[in-house]
């Protein structure tokens, strides 16, 4: 295909031009029920933002196109998040202070500061930061932004107003809260849920969240339900968004920036797993630094549209895949719809009641719950339960944006638990001779007078003095006397440390004080040109280097075996042997 450089930054280009034709009855399925899923969804989060109903069509349609040529997910549709927009509106409506213009304009701005992170992670190859939030601390995450989304819209469906900010003190003022209950706004809120139940039990094929808010905004239109004070969208404004230059200091930009790339990371981490399992069920693969970049664009383009910050939408994707689309020409259908409903549409949005958009908000959240696996976690890992508990109850008492960032040290934390205090084991024999880990099962047994130790992580200067440590305790406990220490250099040395060299030149002065012979086995030449530029001294007296483990075995067999039986030319023969073969590059 033409213009390799254009296909490989832009991906969807690529599926688009090889487009095949029985696709496309699929695709336009697809993208109408696309389209019917995210329009009352994107005027819910707009809400839950804190602006106005066209923004979350205008955070829908530009995004949308823009991923459909830079991401490499065939199913993947983007577009608000319930999780992201509580983040935005927890960091943006303090600093805004009630004044709605600056809201917007601090939307936006934190919008593009997502963008820009994760463009700059993309640049970086940091794609790998999908892994870096563990599952259990994303349930946890998730968990605790879907019922502090949920408590917050209680206010919305019963009509009345939180005093509190923070979830704890909500849930607290709740019980007097109830007694000022708008029943009329109570009563849509009652309505709206009843036929989205009975929707889902009778009509499972139909958009019920489009269902509902039409129903309620045809029921505020025909009876004049405002007049008993039920609050409503409001105008929503029609045509192409106006652009809106931030009008605010530098000092408030900077309380954006490091929420915006907490926001990045959390957005990312979440649209991967949702692009990826997709991707599995469908048999391709995707890459994480591409869809980085695509992230980064797509919230780009986002604020330019006058839009908030988007992510990769589970619920919307799995509409996509459930109607079989089959390319990202989805997206563009759904985007063009939605830009439709936006430019030429929108006067009947203003009826729509906001206790309906309060029902769909929860439902929503509801579909991020999932206690009964962080508790099934409790059998299964234990630390894994205690991460995403801790998650969760960080969400819940102290806030989503630092509960995000206690999320992201905790990710930090695991990864550098696993680094500095991996798992190791002794090797042995089993009968058939083959090297394997000792352990209750007494498959591989001891080789007299050898110590084989393997490492299971990279070394460097933060764990050294820890495998220095453990490979010592381990040797210690050996009932019978060692003189050989064979070290499987394969998973540990895979990096130039001086601090790691240090620490192998005073084990080596330790261990030949001792009497016992330190061999290094896997990594040859590698290690071989680390150790001469540390200085450490390698062969007879020094460091043995063997290529593999089984050499290893079998060499410091053979110089036992011709020193047992006092076969002086022989064992010189094999130190002879052994230094040539430890300075070769074989």
Same mark, same amino acid.
């Given at each position: 295909?033409?213009?390799?450089?254009?296909?490989?930054?832009?991906?969807?280009?690529?599926?688009?031009?090889?487009?095949?034709?029985?696709?496309?009855?699929?695709?336009? @399925?697809?993208? !109408?029920? /696309?389209? %019917?899923?995210? &329009?009352?969804?994107? #005027?819910?989060?707009?809400? *839950?933002? +804190? $602006?106005?109903?066209?923004?979350?069509?205008?955070?829908?349609?530009?995004?949308?196109?823009?991923?459909?040529?830079?991401?490499?997910?065939?199913?993947?549709?983007?577009?608000?998040?319930?999780?992201?927009?509580?983040?935005?509106?927890?960091?943006?409506?303090?600093?805004?202070?009630?004044?709605?213009?600056?809201?917007?304009?601090?939307?936006?701005?934190?919008?593009?500061?997502?963008?820009?992170?994760?463009?700059?992670?993309? @640049?970086?190859? !940091?794609? /790998?930061? %999908?892994?870096? &939030?563990?599952?259990? #601390?994303?349930?946890?995450? *998730?968990? +605790? $932004?879907?019922?502090?989304?949920?408590?917050?819209?209680?206010?919305?469906?019963?009509?009345?107003?939180?005093?509190?900010?923070?979830?704890?003190?909500?849930?607290?003022?709740?019980?007097?809260?109830?007694?000022?209950?708008?029943?009329?706004?109570?009563?849509?809120?009652?309505?709206?849920?009843?036929?989205?139940?009975?929707?889902?039990?009778?009509?499972?094929?139909?958009?019920?969240?489009?269902?509902?808010?039409?129903?309620?905004?045809?029921?505020?239109?025909?009876?004049?339900?405002?007049?008993?004070?039920?609050?409503?969208?409001?105008?929503?404004?029609?045509?192409?968004?106006?652009?809106?230059?931030?009008?605010?200091?530098?000092?408030?930009?900077?309380?954006?920036?490091?929420?915006?790339?907490?926001?990045?990371?959390?957005?990312?981490?979440?649209?991967?797993?949702?692009?990826?399992?997709?991707?599995?069920?469908?048999?391709?693969?995707?890459?994480?630094?591409?869809?980085?970049?695509?992230?980064?664009?797509?919230?780009?383009?986002?604020?330019?549209?006058?839009?908030?910050?988007?992510?990769?939408?589970?619920?919307?994707?799995?509409?996509?895949?459930?109607?079989?689309?089959?390319?990202?020409?989805?997206?563009?259908?759904?985007?063009?719809?939605?830009?439709?409903?936006?430019?030429?549409?929108?006067?009947?949005?203003?009826?729509?009641?906001?206790?309906?958009?309060?029902?769909?908000?929860?439902?929503?959240?509801?579909?991020?719950?999932?206690?009964?696996?962080?508790?099934?976690?409790?059998?299964?890992?234990?630390?894994?339960?205690?991460?995403?508990?801790?998650?969760?109850?960080?969400?819940?008492?102290?806030?989503?944006?630092?509960?995000?960032?206690?999320?992201?040290?905790?990710?930090?934390?695991?990864?550098?638990?696993?680094?500095?205090?991996?798992?190791?084991?002794?090797?042995?024999?089993?009968?058939?001779?083959?090297?394997?880990?000792?352990?209750?099962?007494?498959?591989?047994?001891?080789?007299?007078?050898?110590?084989?130790?393997?490492?299971?992580?990279?070394?460097?200067?933060?764990?050294?003095?820890?495998?220095?440590?453990?490979?010592?305790?381990?040797?210690?406990?050996?009932?019978?006397?060692?003189?050989?220490?064979?070290?499987?250099?394969?998973?540990?040395?895979?990096?130039?440390?001086?601090?790691?060299?240090?620490?192998?030149?005073?084990?080596?002065?330790?261990?030949?004080?001792?009497?016992?012979?330190?061999?290094?086995?896997?990594?040859?030449?590698?290690?071989?040109?680390?150790?001469?530029?540390?200085?450490?001294?390698?062969?007879?007296?020094?460091?043995?280097?063997?290529?593999?483990?089984?050499?290893?075995?079998?060499?410091?067999?053979?110089?036992?075996?011709?020193?047992?039986?006092?076969?002086?030319?022989?064992?010189?023969?094999?130190?002879?042997?052994?230094?040539?073969?430890?300075?070769?590059?074989?």
């Amino acid at each position: 295909m033409p213009f390799p450089r254009l296909i490989a930054f832009m991906p969807g280009l690529e599926q688009l031009a090889n487009y095949q034709s029985q696709w496309w009855q699929d695709d336009v @399925r697809a993208g !109408l029920s /696309v389209a %019917a899923v995210a &329009l009352p969804v994107a #005027i819910a989060y707009a809400q *839950l933002t +804190g $602006v106005n109903a066209a923004v979350g069509l205008y955070s829908c349609v530009l995004p949308m196109l823009v991923y459909a040529l830079f991401g490499t997910s065939r199913q993947l549709i983007v577009g608000p998040d319930a999780a992201t927009c509580a983040v935005i509106a927890a960091v943006v409506t303090p600093l805004a202070g009630g004044d709605s213009l600056k809201h917007w304009q601090l939307v936006m701005t934190m919008t593009v500061m997502t963008g820009f992170w994760c463009l700059v992670a993309s @640049r970086f190859r !940091l794609g /790998v930061m %999908a892994d870096f &939030l563990s599952k259990p #601390i994303l349930m946890g995450l *998730l968990n +605790g $932004v879907a019922i502090t989304i949920i408590v917050g819209q209680l206010s919305k469906i019963f009509g009345f107003s939180f005093e509190k900010g923070y979830l704890i003190e909500r849930l607290l003022n709740v019980p007097g809260a109830l007694t000022r209950t708008h029943w009329p706004t109570l009563m849509i809120s009652a309505v709206t849920v009843l036929v989205f139940v009975l929707l889902k039990r009778f009509r499972p094929g139909w958009p019920a969240s489009m269902c509902v808010l039409a129903l309620a905004g045809l029921l505020v239109w025909l009876f004049n339900l405002q007049q008993l004070g039920i609050v409503t969208v409001g105008e929503v404004r029609s045509g192409l968004p106006s652009f809106q230059a931030p009008a605010f200091d530098l000092g408030i930009a900077r309380e954006l920036v490091m929420p915006a790339l907490n926001l990045a990371m959390v957005s990312f981490v979440s649209m991967m797993l949702t692009a990826r399992s997709f991707a599995a069920k469908n048999g391709y693969d995707i890459d994480a630094d591409k869809e980085f970049r695509a992230l980064g664009f797509a919230n780009i383009a986002s604020a330019l549209s006058q839009g908030f910050a988007i992510s990769g939408a589970d619920s919307r994707t799995a509409v996509n895949d459930a109607n079989g689309g089959k390319s990202q020409l989805v997206s563009v259908l759904a985007a063009l719809l939605i830009a439709l409903v936006a430019l030429f549409f929108t006067a009947p949005l203003a009826f729509i009641p906001s206790a309906a958009l309060g029902v769909v908000l929860v439902v929503a959240s509801l579909s991020l719950i999932d206690i009964k696996a962080v508790w099934h976690l409790r059998s299964r890992d234990r630390s894994a339960f205690l991460l995403a508990l801790t998650t969760l109850f960080a969400v819940l008492f102290i806030g989503v944006i630092p509960g995000i960032t206690l999320a992201v040290l905790l990710g930090l934390f695991q990864f550098l638990l696993t680094v500095t205090r991996p798992t190791d084991q002794v090797l042995g024999l089993d009968a058939k001779g083959v090297i394997r880990s000792m352990d209750d099962t007494d498959k591989a047994k001891s080789i007299p007078g050898v110590f084989i130790y393997r490492f299971n992580s990279p070394l460097t200067y933060f764990n050294a003095t820890y495998f220095k440590r453990r490979l010592l305790e381990r040797f210690v406990r050996e009932s019978e006397p060692v003189d050989c220490i064979i070290i499987d250099a394969v998973p540990s040395f895979t990096h130039l440390d001086l601090s790691v060299m240090a620490m192998l030149g005073d084990l080596q002065q330790l261990l030949k004080k001792r009497g016992v012979r330190l061999v290094m086995a896997g990594r040859k030449r590698q290690l071989l040109s680390w150790f001469e530029q540390a200085g450490l001294p390698t062969g007879e007296g020094g460091i043995l280097v063997r290529p593999d483990l089984y050499l290893a075995l079998k060499m410091n067999q053979a110089y036992k075996q011709a020193l047992a039986e006092g076969q002086a030319p022989l064992v010189q023969k094999i130190k002879e042997d052994e230094l040539a073969l430890t300075h070769s590059h074989l």
